[in-house]
């Protein structure tokens, strides 16, 4: 694998003409949109947990829950818990709701357009900057190729489908947003964008920072070995960065929390970080002290180990694993489960077809980079590119959720890839040439990867493919989370209902009831008090139940979650309940046959 094409270190006249790119973008993105219009339903208000989260926490703002107030007060105990959540996301949502509503005087139908514009114009800027590296990197014969490998991979991911108010999806097009002025770009402007596009990432959630920091040590060490002649990009970097993170604190953290340490949501720890880091890094680069070499080792070095000193002796807490504090039932029976928090290891041995959907592209991708490398002129964009791409497999190596930025980053390097064996081909004429592109194309398609896993698992184990398919008919995971599944509960007086996490967000969507659990990690109290009644047994359920005030007790035998524990837990309240083997407290009221959704009231 290799790379001939020429790569430039500045963006070409040509390709500053954004205008064909945008429009290629745009029509690549309602593209998207075919398959869900052609399912029948524009959206899946299923799409995951943390979108219908999402839509709830936009909902209690716009019902009158006050700006800087974070708690959700329907889920966990009494009173509710303070969610790690920013309200960027929330912002802009809100505003297209708001505006549709009132022009159609239908709050569902603000929350349809918002469904299907918000990630649309997501996915449109991120195909657009997958482009536009991509004709940074690999000129106008890379474009074709980056729409297609970027389309299919934005798409395989699923966090732009509509729906998606996950903040997933803004980090990631802020991402592929600051690519392009981090591999070519030298004035201060495009420093910049990529400085305030980092902030933003950081504001939102916390779990892209190992992206953000490698961003941010890579417009250092560029800078450290070139000087001036990066002077103003590094300068408008550090600008960019540390004002925007000034900004957002101030509009999205309340005054009573601004000197509050919190490791796990953006706060003075990281305000003072981006502060620090961001306006030591402009300084460094003013002309007066860029000037040597020696100037730039003496005041960056100081700056790491000023930055470096700070964060050990004013936040050491935030320097372990960020579970470290959680309660060892909550790691076993709940951080254990969730799908995106699981390393390669795991996905590599439970389910190969994840695997080969979020893996074998990126690690492909790393491949052409390096064996581009030695063969290329200006070396400096790749190096670049394979650094920030190396970062991003390294974190989905230790959490799946990280391939997300992995895959899109890879279709940038693999679109180059094929445009070389475009060119060769068109060149040579023969049929070998032809064939090597083919391959090319097909390696660069996680779909394609997809496929062959699902193909040969089937061949492999047919009994077991046939259990799968068998298991599928009976319940739909994805059924639990649908508002068929929670129209009688919707129907009962609000009330206190216990039921794994992960129904959690579907129920505070559908209904107007509190729920105990939910999949986030400041839930402990909510989350353990669950536990406790679907894990012990029927008699010490009853006094979880009354000891909580729970009302309900709901399960979805399809669930994946809900088999976990009674897999774990075989002779636990939850595992009765799916054996359809109530105890008498409990009253069945209603079930949701296509999922094996069902509620339960408890007897007073």
């Not at 398609?445 to 061949?459: E, F, P, T």
């Not at 009688?488 to 105990?516: C, D, E, F």
Request: aromatic share 6%; hydrophobic share 55%; proline share 5%.
């Amino acid at each position: 694998m290799s790379v001939q094409s020429a790569v430039t270190p500045e963006i070409s006249e040509k390709s500053k003409t954004s205008r064909p790119d945008v429009l290629i973008a745009a029509l690549l993105a309602i593209l998207a949109l075919v398959p869900a219009i052609a399912n029948g339903s524009i959206i899946d208000w299923s799409v995951n947990n943390d979108s219908m989260m999402r839509l709830v926490q936009i909902r209690d703002l716009l019902a009158g829950q006050a700006w800087f107030d974070y708690t959700q007060y329907r889920m966990g105990p009494e009173g509710g818990f303070v969610m790690h959540w920013s309200r960027i996301v929330d912002l802009p949502v809100a505003a297209i709701i708001v505006a549709v509503t009132a022009l159609t005087g239908s709050v569902s139908g603000g929350e349809l357009v918002a469904g299907v514009l918000w990630p649309s114009v997501l996915m449109a800027l991120s195909i657009f900057a997958i482009i536009r590296s991509a004709r940074l990197l690999g000129c106008e014969h890379a474009v074709f190729p980056a729409a297609i490998i970027g389309l299919i991979s934005l798409y395989t991911i699923g966090i732009y489908v509509p729906g998606a108010f996950d903040h997933h999806n803004l980090q990631l097009t802020l991402c592929l947003l600051a690519l392009p002025a981090v591999l070519g770009g030298r004035r201060a402007h495009h420093g910049f964008v990529a400085g305030a596009a980092m902030a933003v990432m950081m504001a939102i959630g916390l779990e892209t920072l190992p992206v953000v920091a490698i961003v941010c040590l890579t417009i250092a060490m560029s800078f450290l070995l070139h000087g001036h002649e990066v002077g103003s990009r590094t300068m408008g970097f550090g600008a960019g960065f540390s004002a925007i993170s000034a900004l957002l604190f101030v509009a999205t953290v309340g005054p009573g929390d601004w000197f509050a340490a919190h490791c796990d949501a953006f706060s003075a720890v990281h305000l003072s970080i981006a502060m620090a880091g961001g306006l030591g890094l402009a300084l460094a680069a003013t002309p007066s002290l860029s000037s040597s070499s020696v100037t730039r080792i003496a005041v960056l070095g100081g700056l790491g180990a000023g930055l470096a000193l700070l964060v050990v002796a004013a936040y050491p807490q935030c320097l372990a694993d960020p579970y470290a504090g959680l309660d060892e039932r909550l790691k076993t029976y709940w951080l254990s489960a969730i799908g995106e928090a699981q390393p390669v290891n795991n996905i590599l041995r439970n389910d190969p077809v994840m695997f080969a959907k979020y893996y074998i592209t990126p690690i492909a991708a790393l491949a052409v980079l390096a064996t581009s490398l030695p063969a290329t002129a200006n070396r400096r964009p790749l190096t670049v590119m394979t650094v920030i791409l190396l970062t991003a497999v390294l974190v989905s190596f230790w959490q799946v959720r990280g391939a997300n930025f992995a895959i899109a980053l890879a279709a940038v390097p693999l679109a180059m890839w094929v445009a070389e064996k475009r060119q060769i081909a068109a060149a040579d004429g023969s049929a070998k040439p032809a064939l090597v592109m083919v391959l090319a194309w097909l390696v660069s398609l996680n779909v394609c990867w997809m496929l062959a896993a699902q193909v040969l698992g089937d061949m492999a184990a047919p009994a077991v493919a046939a259990n799968q398919n068998e298991e599928k008919a009976v319940g739909s995971n994805e059924g639990c989370y649908m508002p068929a599944a929670h129209w009688q509960l919707s129907a009962m007086p609000a009330g206190t209902v216990a039921a794994v996490s992960n129904l959690g967000p579907a129920i505070l969507k559908y209904t107007s009831h509190r729920v105990l659990a939910g999949p986030y990690h400041r839930n402990i109290a909510g989350n353990i008090a669950n536990l406790d009644i679907l894990m012990g047994t029927p008699e010490q359920s009853r006094q979880a139940i009354a000891v909580n005030n729970v009302d309900i007790v709901a399960h979805c035998s399809s669930d994946d979650e809900t088999r976990f524990l009674v897999r774990t837990a075989p002779h636990s309240l939850i595992a009765k309940l799916v054996l359809n083997e109530p105890p008498e407290w409990l009253t069945p009221i209603g079930r949701a046959e296509k999922s094996g959704f069902v509620i339960y009231r408890v007897k007073q």
